[in-house]
């Protein structure tokens, strides 16, 4: 399955990226030192995205961004893990209302131990056509989480979308699955800012 990354896509012309791309870098992006990482490696670069995902006009622009891609999707619910997709699929979904709304849902990366027990909350019949979200993407492992989880309900998952993609094997592990990976940016965008 080719992947398509979406920085090299047309719609993103349009100023928006570039302001969200401002965003990002004054909010989100830490540099300097030894971070680690979620995947257990290190990086001079840190993206800590919730400082733009709940930064208003951060959220706003990411969901307008990412329901352009969404456009041409035949897609019945977005979600992914929890922490990093729950701010990013909730604004996705207040901004699909009423042009054509998607519902979202959210994986839990442990099954709750009350009340209903699920491990999957929010919006997500089986057997549907899912889009699975994350913030940052590394080695992809915390998307494969979710898609597992999805995959569980016979949903059908394609594709994977990212706000930033580390280029840390993301895309070979997601390919490997059936799923295409499109990023907004790259970490290369960020490492001269």
């Known amino acids: 399955m080719l992947s398509v990354v979406a920085t090299e896509q047309a719609p993103f012309q349009n100023g928006k990226r570039k302001r969200l791309q401002e965003i990002i870098a004054a909010e989100s992006v830490r540099k300097g030192e030894a971070f680690e990482l979620a995947s257990g490696g290190t990086s001079n670069i840190y993206f800590n995205m919730k400082e733009t995902m709940l930064h208003p006009e951060g959220a706003n622009l990411v969901a307008e961004l990412m329901l352009e891609i969404l456009a041409q999707e035949q897609v019945d619910s977005i979600g992914g893990l929890e922490m990093g997709a729950v701010p990013l699929v909730s604004a996705l979904c207040v901004k699909s209302h009423p042009d054509r709304p998607i519902k979202a849902f959210f994986v839990r990366k442990a099954t709750k131990q009350h009340g209903t027990k699920q491990q999957i909350e929010g919006h ?63 970490k290369r965008d960020f490492e001269s800012t």
């Open 124 to 186: 997500l019949q089986d057997g549907s056509n899912v889009i699975i979200f994350d913030d940052v993407t590394t080695t992809g492992s915390s998307v494969l989480e979710a898609v597992k989880a999805v995959r569980d309900r016979r949903c059908r998952v394609g594709k994977a979308i990212a706000i930033v993609d580390r280029l840390e094997g993301a895309e070979r592990n997601l390919r490997k699955e059936g799923i295409e990976l499109v990023a907004l940016f790259r």
